[in-house]
């Protein structure tokens, strides 16, 4: 299984991203998580095989959308309104059982993708 997740850079306050992810297996449940330096990895986004459910942290509701085109087997995380707190290498995350906020039950993650926002 390969994730290649892709997007990252340097914006500012306010600006806009999307970060893509591209997986080998299009009914995997996938998900987006980020670490910033010296803080854990947290939970970001999820979004099940078909689409049907999603999932977002409180931290970024109303400001990220997660989104799946399975044709192209392509997972995005459009980010919205940045802040310099969503600051973090964001990576991408499959399982083909598990949807959800817990890292630990994704079984396959990509290399991340460095997101930089500046005040």
């Known amino acids: 299984v390969q994730l290649q997740a892709s997007g990252g850079g340097l914006v500012q306050a306010g600006d806009s991203l999307r970060l893509s992810c591209e997986y080998s297996?299009?009914?995997?449940?996938m998900g987006w998580f980020r670490q910033a330096p010296g803080k854990e990895r947290e939970f970001v986004s999820a979004?099940?095989?078909?689409?049907?459910?999603?999932y977002y942290a409180d931290s970024v509701k109303g400001r990220f959308t997660i989104s799946r085109d399975n044709a192209k087997n392509t997972v995005y995380l459009q980010m919205n309104s940045l802040k310099p707190e969503d600051t973090a290498v964001y990576y991408c995350?499959?399982?083909?059982?598990?949807?959800?906020?817990?890292?630990?039950?994704?079984?396959?993650w990509g290399h991340g993708t460095q997101v930089t926002v500046s005040s």
């Open positions: 979004i099940d095989w078909s689409s049907s459910n999603t």
């Open positions: 995350a499959a399982d083909p059982f598990y949807t959800g906020s817990y890292g630990d039950e994704y079984d396959y």
């Open positions: 297996r299009r009914t995997f449940n």
